[in-house]
């Protein structure tokens, strides 16, 4: 490696230290930080699809939008972890168009997803199932259930660079 090399690979670890350092201290009090993101876990109540939504709105935030396998199994980690008799929902839901599931934070079409086997199902026959779970009876995998079941809920949020606590 010659010297302007090593340099350059010095700047971007330190830069990267720098970024990394800032995103953990940036959550605010009850939030757990993760990545890019700080997320709330409510298991203090269990609610509708609906008034989880309008629970996360009312702190700035959204129900959680799951990027990847890695914000997954941080998910299902921290879930069991809490609460591990119940299911929680995530911002993911057919709502609009049977089918096609979106995240309601940007109303983006799923790109990775952590369905159970058999799922989405639409609830068979009755076709009354349009909002997802992270599924405490199936290993954590994700079902749609019927949005006006009751269950836990996590938000997320965005960590913001600009504030270094
Ligand atoms: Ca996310
Ligand atoms: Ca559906
Ligand atoms: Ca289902």
């Not at 269990?46 to 199994?73: G, K, M, P």
């Not at 921290?78 to 911002?91: D, F």
Request: glycine letters at 4%; a negative charge.
């Amino acid at each position: 490696m010659g010297l302007r090399k090593v340099f350059y690979f010095q700047c971007f670890a330190v830069a990267t230290l720098y970024i990394y350092g800032a995103l953990s201290v940036q959550c605010p009090d009850g939030w757990v930080p993760n990545g890019a993101s700080c997320y709330k876990f409510h298991n203090e109540e269990a609610i509708t699809f609906i008034e989880a939504q309008e629970s996360c709105n009312r702190d700035e935030s959204y129900l959680v939008h799951v990027d990847d396998d890695v914000e997954n199994t941080f998910l299902v980690n921290t879930v069991q972890t809490l609460m591990p008799i119940n299911s929680w929902w995530i911002g993911l839901t057919d709502n609009d168009t049977e089918g096609v599931f979106q995240w309601v934070d940007d109303m983006a079409n799923i790109t990775y997803q952590h369905f159970n086997a058999h799922q989405p199902d639409d609830h068979a026959s009755r076709h009354d199932e349009d909002c997802v779970i992270i599924w405490h009876a199936q290993h954590w995998g994700w079902n749609d259930a019927n949005c006006k079941l009751h269950f836990h809920y996590v938000c997320e949020i965005n960590a913001d660079p600009d504030i270094i606590g």
